[in-house]
């Protein structure tokens, strides 16, 4: 793990922290880079080429603490600041979720102690299973509540032996729910060509090849939503942009 210092244009200073592994599958002449903190990790290079985007949106989640059959898919809810809804874990868990433009001079941090109240209140807009929900939220520690941000490392993603995957390359906002997968498809892509046998710098290119496009449609599909939660006034079709990246994350690797 390497962890670092890093101090936002406003002056704020977060520590950022990235893995860096050798899975057991990957040849011994390979290294990994795994989340976010990739910057001036890359060998070789005092600053690796990075492009970060943070608007003043926050994303907040919270485990729905009852059972709730009805909720057995991801529903989604526009509201005048962003979109609430559900999204399934299991059978019987699944998280209450939220999606905001922050409140004019309010921070896109907030401090863990009465964050319980804060999302119920975030979430009084919204009716049907949301407003039952958000009632039961009422312990602090079980609210998650982080600045979004989109993360596109320009191609490629690797040097010589190192790789960067995941959020490390392409961190995406959660308005398409793709961000897991996609660091999942990166490691099954990977495993794939790595297994062809063929000397690393080929895997890497071939790994690319299959990914960036991929990665860089949801990154950007994701940040248009984005966009237009922060401005109705854009010329951008959240719903059908949406559906575009659906579209794209079901399409065979």
């Given at each position: ?10 002056g ?5 922290c ?11 002449e390979?290294m990994l ?12 290079s ?6 970060g985007?943070?608007?003043a949106s926050a ?6 603490p009852e ?5 057995d898919?991801l ?5 005048s ?10 059978p019987d ?6 999606i905001e433009?922050?409140?004019d001079?309010?921070?896109v941090r907030l ?18 299973p949301v407003?039952?929900y958000?009632?039961l ?7 998650v509540y982080?600045?979004v941000?989109?993360?596109?490392l ?7 032996r ?20 996609q660091?999942i498809?990166?490691g099954?892509?990977l495993?794939e ?5 063929l000397?690393?710098s ?8 299959r ?22 006034t ?9 559906f575009?990246?659906?579209m794209?994350?079901?399409?065979p690797?």
């Amino acid at each position: 793990m390497a962890c670092s210092k890093v101090v936002a244009p406003s002056g704020t200073a977060r520590k950022s922290c990235t893995s860096i592994d050798r899975p057991a599958w990957a040849p011994p002449e390979m290294m990994l880079i795994i989340g976010r903190g990739s910057r001036g990790v890359v060998p070789g290079s005092a600053t690796a080429s990075y492009s970060g985007r943070r608007r003043a949106s926050a994303a907040a989640r919270a485990v729905a603490p009852e059972r709730a059959p009805e909720l057995d898919r991801l529903w989604t809810y526009r509201g005048s600041r962003g979109t609430a809804g559900f999204c399934p874990l299991g059978p019987d868990l699944r998280y209450i979720l939220a999606i905001e433009k922050v409140p004019d001079g309010q921070p896109v941090r907030l401090p863990r102690e009465g964050l319980a109240a804060r999302y119920r209140e975030r979430l009084a807009e919204y009716g049907g299973p949301v407003a039952e929900y958000r009632e039961l939220i009422v312990n602090d520690d079980d609210v998650v509540y982080r600045p979004v941000e989109n993360v596109l490392l320009p191609a490629p993603w690797y040097r010589d032996r190192v790789v960067m995957i995941g959020d490390a390359a392409h961190g995406t906002s959660p308005h398409c729910g793709q961000g897991g997968a996609q660091a999942i498809e990166d490691g099954i892509v990977l495993a794939e060509e790595i297994a062809r046998n063929l000397p690393v710098s080929e895997v890497l290119a071939n790994f690319m090849q299959r990914r960036y496009d991929r990665c860089r449609m949801i990154v950007e599909g994701s940040e248009a939503i984005g966009r237009w939660e922060q401005d109705h006034t854009v010329d951008i079709d959240p719903d059908a942009v949406s559906f575009q990246v659906t579209m794209a994350a079901m399409a065979p690797l």
